[in-house]
Every structure is written in C-alpha cells, then in structure tokens.
C-alpha cells in the first residue's frame, strides 16, 4: 500500500538560513499533520491542514509556515534557522470525514532528518 | 490542555514473555482517541493500535492488546508471546474528536526484548 513520502530524507543547513521539507500523503487523504522530534524527545505537534485550510496549530515557531496545495501535498518553510531546529521532521496524513464522529488514524511518513549547523 | 504520560523510561524482557507498558492520561473531553505508535531504530513511526473512548470493548490486534479504563484514565499495552522485532520506543497518544487535531504524546517506553 502506498504511504506518506517525504521529501527530502536529510537536509544539512546553516544557522540563518531557510529550509523547506514536502510531504505527499497517501492517496485519497485530504488532512496532513506536521511534527517535530528532536533527539530523544517524544513527537510534538506542530501544524494541521484539511483541504488546504490550517485546522489545528500547536508549538510551531512564528519563523515556520505551511501550506496544504490543491493536490494536497503540503510544504513546511522554515526561516531563520537556528542550532535547536535540528530534528526529525514527520509528515502525517489521515481522511477528515468531515460531519462522522469517528476520528481517522494518522499515519506518518518516514521524516526529513534536518541538521542546522 | 490534555496530558498523557508513561512512566516506565525502559523496560526489558526476554522473548516470548508478557509485557505491558503503561499509559496514563489526563482530560476533560469525553469524545477522544487513544493510540499506540512503535518507533524502532529506523525512527519510523508505526501504528500498533488504537481505541475508541466511546467503545467498552478493549482493542486487539494480533499480539497487541490494550486494557482501557476510562475512569482511571488509563491506556495499558500488552504485549504477548513477544518477538525481538518488538524492540522499540513504544509512544501512547491522545487526540480529541475535532477531526484534524493534532496528536500528543508521551515521553515514550523504550521496549528491549533480550533473546
């Protein structure tokens, strides 16, 4: 079965500059999720999208930003980089059926491990 | 805001053995979702299970079940018959029933099966 992609796998930058990781969720799932894990950390929440709307926003820098495309791909902009963004970024994505009460399980792509130097 | 929390760091047992991991919660939704996610040493995160709030009946899949008290607020894991594939990071997880919510979880149970 096809799962998450996220694009790329490992990212080297510097402090200061911008980065940009992709996700492309499993066909047919309309809601994508972004966390972060730093070493040794539990996943933390960082920012929802359900048909290119922002739905749920958790601890996301004011120096990130995302977007949900048409095609449902999401990007994730970081700016300004600094040494604690060093981490692994996973990408989420689930079917919202919007009006059922059930709540669709998340399933996570395999992260962009992004290294700030 | 929800909290979820496991308070066994690491555990370790030897093949074919019974453990259960803990999970504790804290909430004043009624309408929520309990899960369990593996994260081996390749860092992919993998969903073992998950349960309904809604539901009395506890979750099983395969190997893995879940002993679920509401009451108690309280999510345990259970694995049987147990494998060396099993060695992971076990995180607990919570989300409400808002649809696109984002997950929390614990700080995870670092599970070694010793053969």
């Known amino acids: 079965a096809a799962g998450v992609i996220q694009s790329p796998r490992h990212l080297i930058k510097e402090k200061r500059e911008t980065a940009t990781l992709k996700c492309y969720p499993i066909?047919?799932?309309?809601?994508v999720y972004w966390y972060q894990q730093g070493p040794g950390q539990d996943p933390q929440f960082l920012i929802s999208?359900?048909?290119?709307?922002?739905?749920d926003k958790g601890s996301i820098p004011d120096r990130f930003s995302a977007q949900q495309f048409s095609d449902y791909h999401s990007e994730l902009n970081m700016s300004s980089l600094e040494l604690g963004d060093s981490a692994l970024y996973f990408c989420a994505s689930s079917s919202t059926r919007r009006g059922l009460a059930e709540v669709e399980t998340q399933y996570f792509g395999p992260g962009t491990r992004l290294l700030v130097l | 805001a929800q909290t979820v929390t496991q308070s066994q760091p690491e555990m370790s047992v030897q093949e074919a053995e019974t453990v259960t991991l803990s999970c504790t919660y804290d909430t004043s939704e009624n309408n929520y979702y309990l899960f369990w996610y593996k994260q081996p040493p390749s860092r992919q995160m993998i969903l073992v299970i998950r349960?309904?709030?809604?539901?009395?009946q506890n979750a099983t899949e395969n190997r893995f079940s879940v002993n679920f008290q509401k009451a108690a607020k309280s999510f345990s894991l259970k694995i049987s018959d147990s494998q060396l594939g099993d060695t992971a990071m076990y995180f607990c997880a919570f989300t409400s029933g808002g649809g696109a919510d984002g997950l929390t979880f614990g700080k995870g149970t670092h599970l070694i099966i010793q053969p």
């Open positions: 349960q309904e709030a809604y539901k009395q």
């Open positions: 999208f359900y048909e290119k709307m922002q739905s």
């Open positions: 066909p047919r799932h309309d809601t």
